[in-house]
Nanobody, 115 residues
Framework: QVQLVESGGDWVQPGESLRLSCTISRSVTGVRAMNWYRQTPGKEREVVAQITPSGITNYADFVKGRFSISRNKAGTQVYLQMNSLTPEDTAVYYC?????????WGQGTQVTVSS
């Protein structure tokens, strides 16, 4: 069974940067996209960024120009570089892989942006 493990969450001050990593336990076939989502208490989980197997990226409007998603060639690591963080970016960030046979989720990593 494929497992996703996120890391890199931390407490930072506004304006600072963080890099989240997602380790995928093994190479997955039938991947349609790799995504980062985030969720705050009382709100629905929302997509932050997406990268397809061909390398096409998409971003939510609220992170465009600040966040960047990437992956390694083997498709076993997905990264989210987050710059110019604001308190509104505080959330649990989840790694997600969408495949032809369903979604796989990580357990999440907490990002807190506060002065």
């Amino acid at each position: 069974q494929v497992q996703l493990v996120e890391s890199g969450g931390d407490w930072v001050q506004p304006g600072e940067s963080l890099r989240l990593s997602c380790t995928i336990s093994r190479s997955v076939t039938g991947v349609r996209a790799m995504n980062w989502y985030r969720q705050t208490p009382g709100k629905e989980r929302e997509v932050v960024a997406q990268i397809t197997p061909s390398g096409i990226t998409n971003y939510a409007d609220f992170v465009k120009g600040r966040f960047s998603i990437s992956r390694n060639k083997a498709g076993t690591q997905v990264y989210l570089q987050m710059n110019s963080l604001t308190p509104e970016d505080t959330a649990v960030y989840y790694c997600n892989v969408k495949t032809a046979w369903g979604d796989v989720w990580g357990q999440g990593t907490q990002v807190t942006v506060s002065s």
